[in-house]
């Protein structure tokens, strides 16, 4: 009976003893879990997003975004770099933001790194444009200057083109770079300098472009044969009242030498006079008809002139539109195109025959015009919207049109 009793009481002290063992190594869990860091992370929507966690000697490693697990899978692609944990996420969107905690257990227990994500609530760290390069014309061997300001963070990489040729720095051609402002020079232009200047800026939050024409003008001094020519209808009508003047003097000689000769032939003489006044009035008008052409020759010529200078009008012309645009899904993409046309013409950019922006496209897709350019805005550039776009510029005195083709590119 005592051995039974003695064997129960070891039983119940060695199972105390157990307890107690578990209970502490609970205790020392619990006061090694560690929080290694925590960091603040603003994305924008449609970004590929990489986090690192650098938790050395981790195993049974775990993201989890406010409080749910995230599994390795496509969109959250796991990663280990050394001893940093790593998760890609494809493409951000606004359910991911909160906290994203990297959980690992190592020999000293477990490490968490915490994320605190927050979507950027515009794309204002895309490149865009405070103002575009105009178009412009020169003369021979002026020297031509195209600027503009384009904003962006991280700073943009900007690159000049000449009818879609990237422009190799020169003696003749120079380019500058003042805080945001950009500049490309032209040293003493010649005609073949004539054409279009596109300047592209990029950064990883998207991408704008503008395009600008120039014309170099090679100068004629005007013709002296127009002097010529002038001076020649003056002494041509003064021939002709000369010539005038000479058949009515010839005519009263005629008229006084056959009064003369006989008194008896007077109705002759009164012949001879009223032949010669008629040959007089006669000459009066063909200088008056002369006189008459002459100066509808000059009305025209004015009219025309008023006309070339544009007094009455113009129809529309594209100047300056790229012929081919690529850019990556989710980024923001900007096209402008320089125009004239007198009165200022109707703009409408259609693409597939249906006008932009489509239903699909409102809210992200927006056209800006002012004065003699026209923009196309498209933001979180999708798959779809990759296709042949086309301006079409319409007024009273014609109409002009233009494409451009917008490759998008996907991961």
């Known amino acids: 009976m005592k051995s039974v009793q003695k064997a129960t009481s070891k039983a119940v002290v060695h199972e105390e003893v157990t307890k107690t063992d578990k209970l502490s190594e609970e205790i020392k869990i619990v006061h090694t879990e560690t929080k290694a860091s ?34 390795n899978s496509e969109d959250y692609r796991y990663g280990v770099s050394g001893s940093d944990q790593t998760i890609t996420i494809k493409k951000v969107s606004g359910k991911d933001q909160g906290v994203l905690t990297c959980e690992a257990r190592t020999d000293q227990g477990i490490v968490r790194c915490q994320f605190d994500l927050t979507l950027a609530k515009d794309l204002s760290n895309a490149p865009s444009f405070i103002y575009q390069p105009k178009s412009q014309n020169a003369n ?17 990489e900007v690159e000049w083109f000449k009818d879609n040729i990237p422009i190799s720095v020169s003696s003749h051609i120079r380019v500058s770079r003042s805080k945001h402002v950009y500049t490309l020079e032209i040293q003493q232009a010649t005609q073949r300098d004539s ?63 056959s009064s003369v000769s006989s008194s008896s032939s007077v109705s002759e003489a009164k012949f001879a006079s009223m032949s ?6 006669f000459m009066e008008m063909h200088s008056s008809s002369m006189m008459e052409s002459s100066s509808l020759r000059h009305m025209e010529s004015s009219s025309s002139r008023m006309r070339s200078a544009g007094y009455k009008g113009s129809s529309p012309k594209i100047e300056a539109l790229p012929s081919d645009v690529s850019i990556d899904a989710g980024k923001v993409l900007t096209v402008a195109c320089a125009f004239s046309g007198e009165p200022t013409p109707d703009i ?17 897709v927006h056209i800006e ?30 109409s002009d049109s233009a494409s451009v083709n917008i490759n998008v590119r996907t991961p």
């Open 38 to 71: 925590v960091s603040n992370v603003s994305f924008s929507e449609g970004q590929k997003v990489s986090l690192k966690a650098n938790i050395p000697g981790a195993s049974n490693v775990k993201w989890v975004l406010n409080g749910h697990e995230l599994k």
């Open 276 to 281: 010669s006044m008629k040959e007089a009035s």
């Open 140 to 156: 021979e061997d002026q020297n031509v200057i195209f600027t503009c300001e384009i904003t962006g963070d991280p700073t943009p």
């Open 195 to 257: 054409g279009k200047y596109t300047i592209k800026a990029k950064n990883y939050h998207g991408q704008c472009s503008a395009t600008a024409s120039l014309n170099v003008l090679h100068l004629i001094e005007e013709p002296s044969k127009q002097v010529i020519l002038k001076t020649a209808g003056e002494a041509s009508l003064q021939e002709s009242f000369a010539m005038q003047a000479m058949h009515m003097s010839a005519s009263r000689q005629e008229a006084s030498f």
């Open 369 to 398: 015009t002012c004065e003699d350019l026209t923009t196309l805005i498209i933001t979180d550039v999708r798959k779809k919207d990759g296709g042949r776009y086309t301006l079409n510029l319409t007024n009273s005195f014609g």
């Open 348 to 364: 409408a950019w259609s693409q597939g025959g249906q006008t932009v922006p489509t239903e699909d496209q409102k809210g992200r």
